[in-house]
């Protein structure tokens, strides 16, 4: 016995269905009206945390909070360097290059922290 759409669904009940269906497609279309939720295609020029950073720091002695001040580096890689520091004990940040030793720093990302950074030897030869 095959069944027709219109055995299982009178005309009221499917008026009735179709303005439920037609509320319910209203109500989440306003939803995402109101909570439109993106990410910028642009990155903010500073950190959250740039103004609390010093001049320029040094990546041998600054602790993980002072490392996430730099713009691009983050909580997570500045935990890094001080971990690197810890398993590393007398190896020494001489340049940016050398960042690129530590996991989840590039050269893109050490050469963007190098205006942060001063490394020994450098205070008579950086501004």
Do not use: C
């Not at 730099?70 to 190896?91: C, E, M, N, S, W």
């Not at 720093?105 to 922290?113: D, F, L, R, S, T």
């Amino acid at each position: 016995m095959r069944v027709s759409p219109g055995d299982l669904w009178n005309a009221s009940q499917r008026r009735g269905l179709i303005v439920l269906l037609g509320a319910i497609l209203l109500a989440l279309g306003i939803r995402l009206a109101m909570n439109r939720t993106s990410i910028g295609e642009e990155q903010p020029p500073a950190g959250p945390a740039a103004g609390q950073l010093a001049d320029r720091i040094d990546p041998n002695t600054a602790s993980a909070a002072e490392l996430a001040a730099i713009p691009t580096l983050g909580p997570k890689r500045a935990q890094a360097i001080v971990d690197f520091r810890r398993t590393h004990p007398g190896k020494m940040f001489a340049q940016p290059h050398d960042l690129e030793q530590v996991s989840g720093i590039g050269p893109a990302i050490a050469e963007n922290m190098e205006p942060y950074l001063i490394f020994p030897g450098d205070a008579a030869t950086r501004p």
